[in-house]
């Protein structure tokens, strides 16, 4: 079995292949066709209906953004605290 090299599309691209398959083309002639992976293609139709955009950050919900957006600040704050605890402790010594 051969590893297949990962290969990116233009979000044009997908919208044509998208458009294609919504006028009645057979998803597994697409497939063929452009040698994709049905799982990838299945992913571009599904983003398209629930957004009309393939961008990975325009396809999330309001609740994973929040989650990024969190795990950010939380590691900002462990880092500003593992870099600030030296000193404070040195402080309280003296």
């Known amino acids: 079995?051969?590893?297949?090299?990962?290969?990116?599309?233009?979000?044009?691209?997908?919208?044509?292949?998208?458009?294609?398959?919504?006028?009645?083309?057979?998803r597994a002639e697409i497939v063929k066709e452009y040698d994709l992976t049905a799982s990838a293609f299945d992913r571009w139709v599904k983003q398209?209906?629930?957004?009309?955009?393939?961008?990975?950050?325009?396809?999330?919900?309001?609740?994973?953004?929040?989650?990024?957006?969190?795990?950010?600040?939380?590691?900002q704050l462990r880092m500003e605290n593992d870099i600030l605890y030296p000193y404070r402790a040195q402080e309280s010594k003296q």
């Open 1 to 26: 079995m051969t590893k297949r090299t990962r290969r990116s599309f233009t979000p044009e691209f997908k919208e044509q292949l998208v458009q294609l398959h919504l006028h009645g083309k057979p």
């Open 48 to 75: 398209h209906q629930s957004s009309g955009s393939f961008s990975e950050k325009d396809n999330r919900s309001p609740e994973e953004n929040e989650l990024i957006k969190l795990r950010k600040e939380l590691d």
